[in-house]
């Protein structure tokens, strides 16, 4: 089962376009990956001294979404590597399950002492297990 | 003579309007502090440990901008309380000094061990008052 | 009774001093002013062609928020003046009711044809007291 | 040779890690692009009715940038297809020239009545290949 959180686009989500801004996405993501830490163990671990660090976004803006738009975001874990993870993250239209944008997002476990990436095995790795 | 910086309205400034959004004039705000800060010995101060904080900023919105606005930002020193001081901030169209903004922000040097206000005499005072 | 929102502070509001930035309350704001619109007829009066613009925000940072903080944003309508009003915004700290920051926020209904100011009489100012 | 912009890292661009945010480099990509635009035709031709349209970005993020820290930001159109085209766009730490992230970001260029994507050929592939 996906995480999932709801945005209803605002006025402030927009740009010239009338649409929601390229950068705007990259915070309802990083929003949903705040709410997914949230409702795992993995958001103590990360108090205690992991840092959750983003090394790739790779995003396609697939429609445009405007003014009221209703949209969600789930976050599912598609891969888990030595080092790094990859996260999928879709961002669709409430009303009819279009796709708005989706995005694969890599990232890392950091050590928040020596500031190198952890392998992603044992402990954290069924914790990452968790994210569904 | 004020400390002055240039912005150019970009797409993302704007939202539904078409105008440069509320809160992105406070960042033009902020970025004109900065740089404000920048040419003053007080960005030393600051570094060791003194902690410039807005307490209150009071915003005209006065006529929208919209894109490729070229806007200037000019920030002047208005006041010096014991404890705090006003800034007056304006945001103008370079082609003809009309006003997009007009802002008043106050503020105050915390020192950052005690989290207190510090007094703003003497040296701070003297800091201060080469904002212009 | 107020409209209120709640916020969870998430890492990306946060700035340099690690608490919720000045612009980014304008958003908390903001997102508070939609929510409102939305559960009064005002937002189909705006569709029909009435632009809610804001004039001034006088906005008081009176305690820092940092990650995790729950807040809430109570809106209420404070006063109606003849062709401006005047809304209060306070955010505070769900868990002891203190306040981050409050703002007083004026805005006016524009004509979206003749871009004047509406006089807040009658169906309009009816509607503005269903703010609460 | 590029079309480069210069970016000095303020403590709004920066999240709770004190680090530029993830969100916020892709408005440096935007800023970078709307001035390369503006050194082109092509802003010309957009006003005209032409929508510039990102459908994809793919960014690298390498280093964690800090407060004061000078960046530049390089775009060069990396390949041109049959409707869409590939921009690389770089930012670079100004001191040492080390890379804090980069990205590749496909856009297409949408005829704004039809909103479908122009074939980039003739003129349009002219005015393209004058990004450098």
Redesign the interface.
């Known amino acids: 089962m996906p995480n999932t959180i709801s945005v209803?686009v605002?006025?402030?989500?927009?740009?010239?376009?009338?649409h929601v801004?390229?950068?705007?996405y990259?915070?309802f993501l990083?929003?949903a990956r705040?709410a997914m830490l949230e409702h795992m163990d993995l958001e103590a671990l990360l108090v205690k001294g992991i840092?959750f660090?983003?090394?790739?976004?790779?995003?396609?803006?697939?429609r445009p979404a405007g003014?009221n738009s209703l949209l969600t975001v789930e976050s599912t874990l598609k891969s888990v590597g030595t080092h790094s993870a990859v996260l999928s993250q879709v961002v669709k239209f409430k009303e009819n399950g279009n796709i708005a944008a989706d995005a694969e997002v890599t990232f890392v476990l950091l050590n928040s002492k020596t500031h190198q990436p952890m392998k992603l095995e044992g402990d954290l790795a069924q914790l990452l297990s968790a994210i569904g």
Chains 1, 2, 3, 4 share one sequence.
């Open positions: 209803k605002r006025g402030y989500h927009l740009d010239v376009y009338g801004n390229n950068a705007r990259l915070e990083e929003e705040w840092l660090v983003v090394v790739n976004i790779n995003i396609n803006y697939r003014l």
